[in-house]
Structures are given as structure tokens and as C-alpha cells.
């Protein structure tokens, strides 16, 4: 039972361009939401996030977008650079039910920014 | 500061062989945890820890153990290994368990032939 799910394998954009990459959930009680970063042989390292009592969360050239009642959000990139190229992944935490902020990890997305 | 480190980077081991995977860190987090990574899978939490003393299971517990009697370290033990345990393994902490925001080590690599 995947609760988190990036549904896009890859995505490929041009420099300049905006990259969209989504995230959906099926928890309800998922309450905080994450994106990490992640280039080959390196860990992830976190990019941004947003409290479910927002629908938006601006940094620099990242913004969040949540949709509590699609259970969907969303990570533009604007402009994307070639440095962005990397896998993305969607995370969600709750402490309902004794969960204790234990993060949910999809699978993840490719972006490839093309110069 | 180092951050969180990892070692050994890559690991080969054979079926039934133990090992332990190191993890520290020097923040001074409370919250610690093990992540593996496998094509198309994401990462799934192994096992946590609050704090010195306390761990707990996440969603793929089988076939390790964690303690953690201090709070810089947070060693992961493969008690007999299995071809199912290949993977790329993360540990992470953060300062307190209600922060969200991890940071991870930069992995180790491991092959079970």
C-alpha cells in the first residue's frame, strides 16, 4: 500500500523552463510534507516543505503547492538550471496513531534539465 | 562539523555473513534512522531512534538490529545476511524527532552475493 506517489519515473526540461514535479497521498493524516534532493552516489538533502495548514511555500526558484482536499502537491522549479538535474523525492509525516513523524518516501522522480 | 557520516562506503558480503554498518553524527540530534534505497522503491524506513537508549521499528524491520547507547552513534547490524538485503543504505538525523527536516549520510553500498 503505497501512501506516497510520484507517479512521473522522469522528467526532461529545458533550461530556463519550469519543472513540475508532482506528489500524490492517499494518508489523510499525513500533516507535513517534504522535498528531497538527491544526485547519484551522494544522500538526499532536503529542499523544502510545507505544513498542511498552508497551500504554499516559496524558496528562491522552489514553490510548493498543497491541495489538501486532491491530496496533492506539487514542486515547481523556476527557472530549472542544469545543476537541478537530480531525483526528487516527495515525503509526508504525520503523528497521528503513533506514527512519531516517521517519514513516507515515494519513489521518486528524475529531472533531467537539458542546456 | 562532519555532519553525518557512514561507513564503509561499499560493502560485499556472502550470504549468512554479519556485519554492522556505522553511522554517526556530530549535531547532537536526538532522532536518528535507517533508510535502504532499491530500484523503483524510494526509501523505506528500517529503524529509529528518539533518542540514547530507545529504538524502534519502521516498516522493513526484518533482518537487522539497531541500539543506540549514546547520541552520536547509531549502528546497523545485519544479522545473517541475504541476497533481499542488496541494497543502498541511508542513515539520517535530525535534532529532534518534530523536526522534520533530515539529513541524510552519503550511504554505503551493499552486495549480498
Known amino acids: 500500500d503505497q501512501q506516497v506517489k510520484q507517479n512521473s519515473p522522469s522528467l526532461s526540461v529545458q533550461e530556463g523552463r519550469i519543472s513540475i514535479l508532482n506528489c500524490d497521498y492517499t494518508?489523510?493524516?499525513?500533516?507535513?510534507f517534504l522535498w528531497y534532493k538527491k544526485y547519484p552516489a551522494e544522500g538526499p538533502t532536503f529542499l523544502i516543505s510545507i505544513s498542511s495548514i498552508k497551500d504554499k511555500n516559496e524558496d528562491g526558484r522552489f514553490t510548493v503547492f498543497l491541495n489538501k482536499s486532491a491530496k496533492h502537491l506539487s514542486l515547481h522549479i523556476v527557472p530549472s538550471q542544469p545543476g537541478d538535474s537530480a531525483v526528487y523525492f516527495c515525503?509526508?509525516?504525520?503523528?497521528?496513531?503513533?506514527?512519531?513523524?516517521?517519514?513516507?518516501f515515494g519513489k521518486g522522480t528524475l529531472l533531467t534539465v537539458n542546456p | 562539523n562532519a555532519g553525518v557520516t557512514q561507513t564503509p562506503k561499499f560493502q560485499v558480503l556472502k550470504t549468512g555473513q554479519s556485519m554492522t554498518l556505522q553511522c554517526a553524527q556530530d549535531m547532537n540530534h536526538e532522532y536518528m534512522s535507517w533508510y535502504r534505497q532499491d530500484p523503483g522503491m524510494g526509501l523505506r524506513l528500517i529503524h529509529y531512534s528518539v533518542g540514547a537508549g530507545i529504538t524502534d521499528q519502521g516498516e522493513v524491520p526484518n533482518g537487522y538490529n539497531v541500539s543506540r547507547s549514546t547520541t552520536e552513534d547509531f549502528p546497523l547490524r545485519l544479522l545473517s545476511a541475504a541476497p533481499s538485503q542488496t541494497s543502498v543504505y541511508f542513515c539520517?538525523?535530525?535534532?529532534?524527532?518534530?523536526?522534520?527536516?533530515?539529513?541524510f549520510g552519503p550511504g554505503t553500498r551493499l552486495t549480498v552475493t
Open positions: 494518508n489523510s493524516m499525513f500533516d507535513y
Open positions: 515525503a509526508a509525516s504525520s503523528n497521528s496513531g503513533g506514527s512519531n513523524y516517521k517519514l513516507t
Open positions: 539520517a538525523s535530525s535534532y529532534h524527532i518534530a523536526a522534520y527536516e533530515q539529513y
